[in-house]
């Protein structure tokens, strides 16, 4: 068997890291486990803004004792560097992406000094989480945008801290100027200069997560998740490429994680159709370069996309990588190598390997091992 | 040559409807044409809410597009001009919308919308009674007061609306489509067999031609949402609400939305019938999530990554149009460009996606020979 890597899954942050750090600072907006909320008895984590019930983010359930004991493997992996490192071993995992999972959430809450203390706090840990195995552990450093000055100084900090790229909000929240007004110039200079890809992930945006959803709320569920799993491809057209941010920082890596891929081809149609007939009827800046000439910019994390296969011919299959998800509600584990074959494995070999296992590690220039075979190892 | 369907046309309303109709009762709020907007000069529709450029909707400055202007300005008013231009253009039968009401029903003016919905079905129905064999129109229907929209429904089905453009999403304030009270309505357009359209520009998400000076700099982002808003309602109202499961022969058009977004929606559709919808107790539908794409059509003008459908949607609920007079449209080069994006295919599949789909959809009356000239 041959090791695939990873390119999203997750940490949880274990319970007591903001209240720790900043519960005196931040008292009751601390972002923290509680046992109720909405009437609910149950176990929520506050985010700093709204409330996730944990069980339902979590994947499996307790309700037979081998899922209660894969839940329980999965929740000590995602804290534990080395539990972690056993599950990669027994998945045929060689190496993963970690971004965060609370913190996520964190990102949108209204107190904007709460959640760059967040993210200081939350960076020193998942450091610190990852130096347990560097070569097989990267982690994906936050940092909240509002403030560019304290994100390009945080930027530097979480690099010599040897984390290998940066998660931003998906989008700029309300009342701050777009990704492509030039404040924030200095920030995807530094992002460039340091080689650090910038990740764009569901939930950091302007779009509410089903998972925040209660009671009544989630009639809203189907429409407003198919929002969630949209906003990237927003994102690049208005601020990546119209607004001119890859064209001025031509190196600028950009990860899409968990918008997975088979809405490319449309997107791609759409960005052309703005840059040929509706952008210049209305006026607007369109870019120098052709569409598809952006695209070795943008990189994409895909999970199980069954219709991914209508890529081929669209993008470059350079720019996609199959990511595990772990420990989340739709996570592979420990199942993933069957995943990949039953995804991938009826294409030309060469092109699953890149899809599990090369893609993600040139992008983010990870360690492998002298040979993929898992034995070898 | 044969003849080709177009799905998706559009009317102008002339220049003084609204105000010949609507002017005394609402003489500031009334939809009509002005010359100047934000100081600059130029003539600007205003829809009783928004403004609109005329000349960016027309297709700017391209040449090309500029030498039938006057064509397709003076057809989009007047039934026969519109016959002439068909006829050119090698198209048989049009399912025709509005222009400037497609605005209007986004306007905060409750009674205005419903008035001018009243002032464009009459209007509508009398333009496309010169030839009904052709000229297909779609009634509108503001939906803030169901009872009205039931009867307003009834009313342009006896005139000879063949199908109803509603507000694409219910406005902010109002329930969700999904919710019962406005069941009776889609009983109605079921049981009156009249499509019921979602059309861009009559939901939440502003249009691009409405952006104006500095607040252009977020039309690239805006307009992928625009194009994305019936994804949003078809999910979660027709499909996770219910609304197809209480009503299994109601018909869903969606039109400009081109067509290569959905093997891409339907996964996410299934995905959230499966393991992600069940994590945070989503209810699914009764059916799978495929058995409801028969009861949803699909207009596309020149969807360069169609093909990626085959295979994945019902291709009998695609159909091309021409988006005549809009800035997108195929005029008078429309056998050409359907040849350029169906042509490499069977020519079955490229007579019903220009031809065949859209007449059994709409239960056109087509000529009793598909070639031109020979009817």
Not at chain 1, 132 to 137: E, F, N, T, V, Y
Not at chain 2, 50 to 57: A, F, G, H, T
Not at chain 2, 288 to 303: A, G, L
Request: aromatic content about 12%; hydrophobic content about 35%.
């Amino acid at each position: 068997m041959d090791w695939i890597n990873s390119s999203d899954s997750h940490i949880l942050e274990p319970e007591d890291l903001f209240e720790n750090a900043l519960g005196k600072k931040y008292a009751d907006e601390c972002p923290r486990y509680i046992d109720e909320h909405g009437g609910i008895k149950a176990k929520f984590y506050y985010t700093g803004y709204e409330y996730v019930r944990v069980d339902e983010i979590v994947e499996g359930d307790d309700s037979t004792p081998e899922s209660a004991a894969l839940m329980d493997e999965m929740i000590k992996a995602s804290k534990d560097p080395y539990e972690r490192i056993k599950c990669l071993d027994k998945d045929g995992i060689w190496a993963e992406i970690l971004n965060s999972t609370w913190m996520l959430y964190t990102m949108r809450a209204p107190n904007d000094r709460m959640v760059r203390d967040c993210c200081e706090v939350y960076n020193d840990w998942i450091a610190e989480h990852c130096s347990a195995d560097p070569k097989r552990l990267y982690g994906t450093s936050m940092v909240y945008m509002q403030d560019p000055e304290w994100a390009v100084k945080e930027l530097e900090r979480v690099h010599k801290l040897g984390l290998k790229s940066v998660l931003i909000n998906c989008d700029t929240r309300p009342g701050w100027p777009l990704y492509h007004e030039p404040q924030y110039d200095k920030f995807w200079a530094t992002a460039q200069d340091l080689d650090m890809p910038v990740t764009l992930h569901i939930i950091t945006g302007n779009v509410k997560d089903l998972f925040t959803f209660h009671g009544d709320d989630r009639k809203y569920v189907p429409g407003e998740t198919y929002k969630l799993l949209q906003e990237c491809t927003w994102v690049l057209s208005n601020e990546f490429i119209f607004g001119g941010i890859l064209d001025r920082f031509p190196k600028l890596k950009i990860a899409c994680s968990e918008f997975e891929v088979s809405w490319l081809p449309y997107w791609l149609f759409r960005a052309r159709q703005m840059k040929s007939a509706l952008g210049p009827t209305m006026g607007i800046h369109v870019p120098d370069k052709e569409i598809d000439e952006y695209m070795p910019q943008i990189f994409h994390g895909m999970v199980d996309d069954s219709a991914w296969e209508l890529c081929i011919g669209h993008v470059p299959m350079t720019n996609i990588a199959w990511g595990s998800d772990f420990p989340h509600a739709r996570c592979t584990y420990p199942n993933s190598q069957k995943i990949v074959g039953d995804l991938f494995g009826h294409h030309d070999p060469k092109l699953m390997a890149d899809l599990t296992y090369y893609n993600v590690a040139n992008y983010y220039n990870m360690t492998l091992p002298e040979t993929r075979a898992m034995a070898a190892e | 040559m044969d003849w080709i369907n177009s799905s998706d046309s559009h009317v102008l309303e002339p220049a003084d409807l609204y105000t010949n109709a609507l002017g005394d009762k609402y003489p500031d709020a009334c939809p009509r044409y002005l010359d100047s907007y934000q100081g600059v000069s130029g003539t600007f529709y205003f829809m009783g809410y928004e403004y609109i450029r005329l000349d960016n909707v027309g297709g700017g400055a391209d040449p090309e597009r500029a030498a039938f202007r006057e064509d397709r300005l003076r057809a989009s008013e007047d039934p026969q001009a519109r016959l002439k231009c068909l006829d050119k253009d090698g198209v048989w039968g049009e399912v025709l919308n509005a222009t400037w009401t497609l605005y209007t029903l986004r306007a905060p003016n409750d009674d205005l919308a419903r008035d001018c919905c009243s002032v464009f079905n009459d209007w509508l129905t009398e333009h496309c009674s010169a030839e009904p064999r052709r000229l297909y129109g779609t009634g509108m229907v503001h939906l803030a007061d169901v009872d009205w929209a039931v009867k307003e429904l009834e009313r342009a089905a006896k005139k000879g609306v063949r199908s109803i453009l509603i507000n694409i999403d219910a406005r902010p304030s109002w329930p969700q489509y999904h919710d019962p009270s406005y069941d009776r309505f889609w009983a109605a357009a079921q049981d009156h067999d009249l499509p019921i359209t979602l059309y861009i520009i009559a939901g939440n998400v502003k249009d691009l031609f409405t952006f104006h000076g500095a607040e252009r700099g977020r039309i690239p982002g805006e307009t992928i949402k625009l194009f994305s808003e019936a994804s949003w309602v078809l999910s979660n109202d027709f499909i996770f609400g219910g609304i197809f499961d209480r009503f299994p022969k109601l018909k869903v058009v969606c039109s400009e939305h081109e067509v290569s977004w959905l093997p891409h929606w339907l996964y996410r559709n299934r995905q959230l019938c499966d393991e992600l919808g069940q994590a945070a107790n989503v209810i699914p539908p009764k059916r799978p999530v495929d058995d409801y794409q028969d009861q949803i059509f699909h207009c596309m003008i020149d969807d360069t990554a169609w093909e990626v459908c085959i295979g994945h949607a019902n291709l009998k609920n695609i159909a091309w149009g021409s988006d005549f007079p809009h800035a997108r449209c195929t005029y008078p080069r429309s056998q050409q460009v359907v040849q350029d994006l169906f042509g490499n295919h069977d020519p079955a599949l490229m007579a019903d996606l220009s031809y065949y789909n859209i007449a059994n959809f709409f239960n056109m009356a087509l000529p009793e020979t598909r070639e031109v000239g020979a009817a």
